[in-house]
Structure formats: C-alpha cells, structure tokens
C-alpha cells in the first residue's frame, strides 16, 4: 500500500468513533494496549497485526496521542539511534542518513485519545513530502535540527560529567531516552565506548504538530 491510499482510506474513516470502526474483539486489542497507535492504524486499514512496523511502499506513517481539536497530547516517535549513533557523531550529510529516509515522505496522523476507547476517533491525516515546495520551510528546520543535534550529542560525550549523550532538542526534532529493563547501552565505535546507559531515539516535538497543522 502507498501513502496515497493509506491517506485516502484515513480521509474516509476520520472523525468516526471507533465504536463504528472496530469489532468487539478489536477492542479487546485496543484497551490492551493503549499506548500502541500503530496498532490501532493497522486494523483500520486492513493489515494484520504481525508487527508494529507500518510502513508503506514510499514512505513511513507517523501517529501520536491527541485532544478532540488536534492538540498533541505527546510526542511522535521517529526511530531509534542505536546503529547509526556514529554516522550522527560524524555528522553525515542530512540527506545521506536514516533520520531523512524515515521523515522524508511521511503520513502524519493524528488519533484523539479522549474518554472511553470506544469513543476514540483518527483525524485527518496530513501528507509531507520534503521534495515538495511547500514543505521547503520544514526540510530547512529539519536539517538544522539534524546537525544541532549531531553536535549537542557530541558536546555531551566530550563534556558532561558522565560522558553520555543526553537529551538534545532542535525547533521541531529531539534525541532522547526510550528505553525499559533489561536497558540497551548504545556503543559508539568512533570513540571505542559506551555513550549512553540506555537506547534513545528521535521524536518530533509537540512543536511540529502545531506547525504541520496549520
């Protein structure tokens, strides 16, 4: 599936209760695992929850927790740092990196998560495409982004007390944890150690939600 059918099929089920959507068995799903969007996106889009990744054919989908009127209530998550932590301390050129290839062609999509689940209902969902003249503002940012964060995770490394990267934060984009127990140190092979006592990840900010949507 492309994100122009993902969005045609959103543009058709936004703003209708789930209670209209999902069977009860869905719901099941649903208040099991509250947290996961993506799962929610899976099943009203047809695909089988066999993995949380729901990419599309040309580009990636990007949902998060929000209020009746669109107002993010959280962050979105982008992806995890991990294995590409040194191509960020190198500071590879933006348009060469995961980070680009993950937020270049995306499907934001917005789920308001107000009272009972049965209640809960997608929003519209907005297509960004950086290779669009109208989204030129938001690559700029995003680059920006991109290299600040590169250098405030080296800074942290060269220069805090413990030698971790610590959260970074850009206008629209930031580095921070994302991690539970057993947690996941992350290895820099650029500087022959550990950087970080737990995973991290970039996320948008609430900031672009609000910018994205106007």
Known sequence: MKLRDAQDKILRICNIPFSELFTEADFETIIKNKGKTGQLLELALGKKLDSFNIDFED???KSNKCDRNGK????????????????????????????????????????CK?????????????????SKPEYSEFLDIWEEDYYS??????????????GYIHT????????????SKPYHPIYSHKYGRYVSNKNHAFYFQKQFVYDVRK
């Open 168 to 179: 970074s934060n850009g206008t629209h984009i930031q580095v921070r944890s994302k991690d």
């Open 59 to 61: 580009g990636e989908l």
């Open 72 to 111: 993010p209530l959280e962050t979105v998550f982008i992806t995890q740092i991990a294995s590409v932590i040194d191509e960020l301390l190198e500071e590879r050129p933006f348009q060469e990196t995961h980070l680009y290839e993950k937020i270049s062609n995306m499907l934001y999509v917005p789920v």
């Open 114 to 130: 107000e009272g009972n689940p049965r209640d809960w209902m997608f929003l519209d969902a907005i297509h960004i495409d950086l």
């Open 149 to 162: 964060i590169c250098r405030q995770l080296k800074e942290h490394i060269e220069t805090s007390s413990d």
